[in-house]
């Protein structure tokens, strides 16, 4: 069962409050068919050229899956008084440890890409899903689910991720994978992979690749593809700041060469 949530802490009351003034909830949902495979026809995202690989970025960051409105980037970064660690906490029904260790080690290979902050796991469940730096990962029922997060729509889906997020910095996230759906542990693999990287600011899918983890006309891809790690670099780089709009990250790119970058795409 879940754990019972204590009232937000003192420490979460000033993220809260900067919340209620400038903030902006984002709530997103994928659900997909078990077990559908990819088309051996559409080209390779592994060999996408460096512009091919800006205009898929285009596609993933800028706008959320399922809604036709664009925004600006939304990325995690150093909270005031943060250290920029990003505490993953996992949730399963049976207690299980087995998704907790896959979840550490998709961070661990996450963290090479993501400049300023980390992703640790914790086994402390946090106080809310307002709980600043936390990435709350669900493995369950939808019932276990919506006691954290009584907001997100889970009906006929099989997985879902909400994020917090004020002026493009991730405040929180959580996401949710449906243990009931009845899909293999590669299925499962695939929607942690998939919405992993959209609660870390790739919030869309597409139907351009379908070796792509975002591929959105059904795919079991449980890795990252040379494309998808691109697009954590070039979220993450340095000089790419939550809240950036497109014409100014367009403009920052074009300054830039692939090598500076340490982009794996084709020049």
């Not at 961070?107 to 086994?123: C, D, I, M, S, Y």
Request: a negative charge; one cysteine or more; charged letters at 20%.
């Amino acid at each position: 069962m879940l754990t019972i949530l204590t009232p937000i802490k003192q420490k979460d009351l000033l993220y809260f409050l900067v919340l209620s003034l400038a903030f902006i909830l984002t709530a997103c949902q994928a659900g997909e068919t078990p077990e559908p495979q990819p088309k051996p026809q559409d080209k390779s995202s592994d060999a996408l050229s460096c512009e091919e690989t800006f205009a898929y970025f285009s596609k993933l960051a800028f706008q959320v899956e399922g809604q036709g409105e664009e925004h600006d980037l939304w990325k995690w970064g150093q909270l005031l008084g943060g250290d920029g660690v990003i505490k993953i906490y996992v949730q399963t029904e049976d207690g299980s440890d087995v998704w907790e260790v896959f979840l550490g080690q998709l961070g661990a290979k996450v963290n090479q890409f993501l400049g300023g902050v980390r992703l640790e796991p914790t086994p402390t469940p946090p106080p809310s899903a307002l709980t600043p730096s936390t990435l709350s990962v669900f493995i369950s029922s939808p019932e276990a689910y919506l006691a954290f997060e009584p907001q997100a729509s889970l009906e006929g889906r099989d997985s879902y991720f909400f994020i917090y997020q004020a002026l493009g910095k991730i405040i929180s996230a959580s996401l949710w994978i449906n243990s009931h759906a009845g899909g293999s542990e590669r299925y499962l693999e695939h929607l942690l992979y998939k919405n992993f990287g959209h609660v870390l600011g790739l919030t869309n899918s597409s139907g351009d690749y379908s070796d792509s983890i975002f591929y959105d006309k059904g795919t079991s891809v449980n890795s990252y593809s040379r494309a998808d790690r691109d697009m954590l670099r070039l979220l993450y780089a340095d000089a790419v700041y939550a809240n950036m709009n497109k014409g100014a990250f367009e403009a920052w790119l074009t300054g830039m060469s692939p090598q500076q970058l340490s982009l794996e795409c084709q020049p």
